[in-house]
C-alpha cells in the first residue's frame, strides 16, 4: 500500500497549545461568578442524576454544558438555578454559598436569569410587557428605559406591542432573552435554547446572543447537546457523559486534544487507529506517528484521527479503496477501506469529487497526535467507549 504520511511533530503540537483565545485571555484574573465543588445530585438515594462535578466559571465567560440525552446537563443547570437539591459538594454564586447538604437559598435570591426551550412568555401580555415582568420593583420611568435599552440590544424595536404568537420562534426567543437580561442576572442560564428553532434560523440566533452577550458582557451558561452550537459560542466546554465530568477545557482542546474516547467521538467524527510502538515512533497502517507519550516499545495503542486530517492521494495499483461519499455542502467525506478492513473517513472540499472504487494512497497531516491505549482483544471500535484513556499533549 502506497502512503504519504504528514504527521507533525511534537514541536507544532507543542506551539498552538501555548495559545488561549481572545475570550480566555481577558477572563485571565477575573472573579469567579460560580464554583461547582464535588457537585453530586440524585433523584433516587440509589442512582445518581450527576457525581462529583467541579468547574469554575469567571466573570464574562461563556461555558457550555455539553453531551448527549440523560448525562445531566439540565440537572446542573437546575442545580444552579436552586430548583434541584445537590446531595454533595456545593455551589457557590459570586463567592457566597447558595447550595449544599445543608443549605439552599431560593431561587428568586440567586440573582439568575433563565432562558427555557420553549421561552415560557406570557401569552396575554404585549412584548413590553413580557419584558418588564419582573421590573415591578422600579419605577415606571425605570422599567421604561430599562425595556427600552433591551428592545434595542435584542432587536425588537418596533414589535413592541405585539403579543407571543404574533411574533417568530427567534422574535420569541429575543424576547425571553430580553426579559431574563432586564434584572441584570450575574448569571444566565441557556436551557437549548435554539431546539425550537430551525437550523438557519438557529445558526442566525447563536450569532446574534453570542454577540449580545458579549456586549452586555453577561456571564452565561448553555446547555446543547450539539458540538458545533458549542464550538461556536462557548469560551470553555464541559463534556458530560452519564452524571461525570469527562473534559473541562477551550473548544480548540476538546476537539483536538480529547482526553477520552468518548470526548473524541461524541465532539466530531473520529476514527481510532490500532498502532505499535516502535523506538519514539507509533507505527500504524496508515503511517507512523510521534510517540509523544514516550510509551514504552511494544506498546499497543490507538490513534485518534479526525476526516481533516486524513486526505485522498488518487494512485493506480494502491491498496486502499473509496467505498462511499457523502456530500454535505460544503466538503465531501469520503468512506474508506484500508488492506486490513479498517475504515477511516476524509474530508475534502466540496469541488473535489472521486468515484466510489477509486485506488488511493492518504496523505496523513494530523496537527496532534492523540494516543489512548488499546486493551488486548478488544475490537477498535470499542475505542470510542473506554473511559481509561491517555491524550497525548
Avoid at 421590573?135 to 433591551?150: G, Y
Avoid at 407571543?164 to 430580553?178: D, F, I, K, T, W
Amino acid at each position: 500500500m502506497s502512503l504519504v504520511n504528514g504527521s507533525e511533530t511534537d514541536e507544532r503540537q507543542a506551539e498552538s497549545e501555548g495559545e488561549l483565545p481572545d475570550a480566555l485571555k481577558m477572563a485571565a484574573g477575573r472573579s469567579a461568578v460560580l464554583e461547582l465543588r464535588e457537585v453530586s445530585c440524585a433523584y433516587e438515594p440509589t442512582r445518581p442524576a450527576v457525581e462529583h462535578i467541579t468547574f469554575t466559571v469567571q466573570q464574562g465567560e461563556i461555558l457550555c454544558l455539553l453531551g448527549p440525552s440523560g448525562c445531566g446537563k439540565t440537572t446542573i443547570l437546575r442545580a444552579i438555578a436552586g430548583f434541584e437539591r445537590v446531595t454533595a459538594g456545593s455551589i457557590a454564586l459570586s463567592g457566597q454559598l447558595v447550595s449544599s447538604r445543608d443549605t439552599m437559598i431560593p431561587t428568586e435570591q440567586r440573582h439568575i436569569g433563565m432562558v427555557f426551550q420553549e421561552y415560557a412568555l406570557f401569552p396575554h401580555l404585549r412584548v413590553d410587557k413580557n419584558i418588564a415582568f419582573g421590573l415591578s420593583h422600579l419605577s415606571r420611568a425605570q422599567q421604561h428605559a430599562i425595556v427600552d435599552d433591551l428592545l434595542t440590544l435584542t432587536g425588537l424595536r418596533g414589535l413592541e406591542h405585539r403579543y407571543p404568537h404574533e411574533l417568530s420562534g427567534g422574535q420569541q426567543q429575543r424576547v425571553a432573552l430580553a426579559r431574563a437580561l432586564a434584572l441584570r442576572p450575574v448569571l444566565l442560564l441557556l436551557d437549548e435554547p435554539f431546539s425550537n428553532l430551525d437550523p438557519d434560523m438557529a445558526s442566525r440566533m447563536r450569532q446574534d446572543l453570542h454577540a449580545l452577550l458579549r456586549q452586555t458582557k453577561t456571564t452565561a451558561i448553555l446547555v446543547t447537546h450539539d458540538h458545533d452550537e458549542a464550538f461556536s459560542m462557548a469560551d470553555r466546554v464541559a463534556v458530560l457523559n452519564r452524571g461525570r465530568l469527562e473534559q473541562f477545557d477551550t473548544p480548540e482542546a476538546i476537539y483536538h486534544l480529547p482526553t477520552t474516547p468518548f470526548v473524541a467521538d461524541f465532539v466530531g467524527q473520529a476514527d481510532f487507529i490500532p498502532g505499535v510502538v516502535t523506538n519514539h515512533l507509533v507505527t500504524t497502517e496508515i503511517g507512523d506517528f510521534p510517540n509523544t507519550q514516550n510509551l514504552a516499545t511494544g506498546s499497543q495503542v490507538v490513534v485518534m484521527i479526525r476526516p481533516d486530517d486524513i486526505h485522498i492521494v488518487p494512485t493506480k495499483g494502491a491498496d486502499a479503496r473509496i467505498l462511499a461519499r457523502q456530500f454535505k455542502g460544503s466538503e465531501n467525506v469520503y468512506t474508506i477501506q484500508l488492506p486490513s478492513g479498517q475504515v477511516v473517513h476524509s474530508s475534502e472540499s466540496s469541488l473535489s469529487v472521486y468515484q466510489v472504487g477509486t485506488a488511493i494512497a492518504l496523505r496523513v497531516v494530523a496537527t496532534h497526535t492523540v494516543l489512548f491505549p488499546q486493551q488486548p482483544g478488544s475490537p477498535t471500535t470499542m475505542a470510542s467507549h473506554r473511559p481509561d484513556a491517555t491524550t497525548a499533549q
